[in-house]
T-cell receptor
Framework: DSGVTQTPKHLITATGQRVTLRCSPRSGDLSVYWYQQSLDQGLQFLIQYYNGEERAKGNILERFSAQQFPDLHSELNLSSLELGDSALYFC???????????FGQGTRLTVV | GQSLEQPSEVTAVEGAIVQINCTYQTSGFYGLSWYQQHDGGAPTFLSYNALDGLEETGRFSSFLSRSDSYGYLLLQELQMKDSASYFCAVRVGSNYQLIWGAGTKLIIKP
């Protein structure tokens, strides 16, 4: 157990809908990262927050947004969902921006 | 663009040694990480090389040559539980942003 908690574990929704994925980082970790992993693919970096502020942005679609709250948990919002958004979404956290990141178990999103 | 190349699949025998190669082309380079991922599970950290040379951690070793933009993960005394996908990832920024390879599926036969 990495100490990073993601909810829900599974999510099935229809095209056009909006969902929110939640991540609780390890206790004390200030940095949160979001990744998308499509079937049999590597992980695509989406976005990083550090102590509530956005620090790096990857290939994140405009339909997606995220935030990190004062208690350091983070949410990833996915809107106007398309079939191609079906994937595993991982959250990772680290103590600072320069230390190793630990991953949660992921949320498997299925868009039908 | 930025890219990492690693074999899609490698097969080895239990008890043997296997090497998984990774070549990269990125706009920035701070170091090369290796992660293990079992089917449907979370990636788990194996190693990180910032400098040239070999790092050994138990049965696993990782090598980096910055001049060749190349690294490898060496797994010794293979066990069935080592069957998983292995990803190389380049740290491209001070904020630990990672660019990932597509992964190598390691199949171990008894």
């Amino acid at each position: 157990d990495s100490g990073v908690t993601q909810t829900p574990k599974h999510l099935i929704t229809a095209t056009g809908q909006r969902v929110t994925l939640r991540c609780s980082p390890r206790s004390g970790d200030l940095s949160v990262y979001w990744y998308q992993q499509s079937l049999d693919q590597g992980l695509q970096f989406l976005i990083q927050y550090y102590n509530g502020e956005e620090r790096a942005k990857g290939n994140i679609l405009e339909r997606f947004s995220a935030q990190q709250f004062p208690d350091l948990h983070s949410e990833l919002n996915l809107s106007s969902l398309e079939l191609g958004d079906s994937a595993l979404y991982f959250c990772a956290s680290s103590a600072s921006q320069n230390t190793e990141a630990f991953f949660g178990q992921g949320t498997r999103l299925t868009v039908v | 663009g930025q890219s990492l190349e690693q074999p899609s699949e490698v097969t080895a025998v239990e008890g043997a040694i296997v090497q998984i190669n990774c070549t990269y082309q990125t706009s920035g380079f701070y170091g090369l990480s290796w992660y293990q991922q079992h089917d449907g599970g979370a990636p788990t950290f194996l190693s990180y090389n910032a400098l040239d040379g070999l790092e050994e951690t138990g049965r696993f070793s990782s090598f980096l040559s910055r001049s060749d933009s190349y690294g490898y993960l060496l797994l010794q005394e293979l066990q069935m539980k080592d069957s998983a996908s292995y990803f190389c990832a380049v740290r491209v920024g001070s904020n630990y942003q990672l660019i990932w390879g597509a992964g190598t599926k390691l199949i171990i036969k008894p």
